[in-house]
């Protein structure tokens, strides 16, 4: 049956991702970054998404999409965390831009 095949290749997928984003390694922190520039960091211990704005004012999320767990990445092009299993879509402070999420992603204080 195709539809299942597709299914089973759908979730497969997800999961790829899923286990992807919780294993990589970061070797950033958050003050290492350039104006202008995101990416996965490391905040203690924690897998967090930094972006550091023109002004040089950091903005720190944390990268488990609120819809089902996947790890977002960062897409330079829109300025946004996108979530590579579904589809949802964070600003740069973690509100839901597009969904499916419908909550935004926790933001992590930095001093």
Known sequence: ??????FI???ADVAKHFVQGKL?????????????????VMVDGK???AYKDHEGKLHIVDT??????????????ERTWDCPC???RFSIDGEV???PAVKPLVKIDWD
């Not at 049956?1 to 597709?6: G, Q, R, T």
């Not at 488990?64 to 092009?77: A, F, I, R, S």
């Open 1 to 6: 049956d195709p539809d299942v095949k597709k």
């Open 9 to 11: 290749s759908v979730n």
């Open 24 to 40: 990589e390694f970061i070797p950033k922190g958050p003050d290492e970054l350039a104006n202008d520039e995101g990416s996965p």
């Open 47 to 49: 897998r967090c998404g």
């Open 64 to 77: 488990t999409c609120t819809h089902l767990g996947c790890e977002v990445e960062w897409n330079h092009g």
């Open 86 to 88: 579904h589809g949802s």
């Open 97 to 99: 831009l597009d969904g």
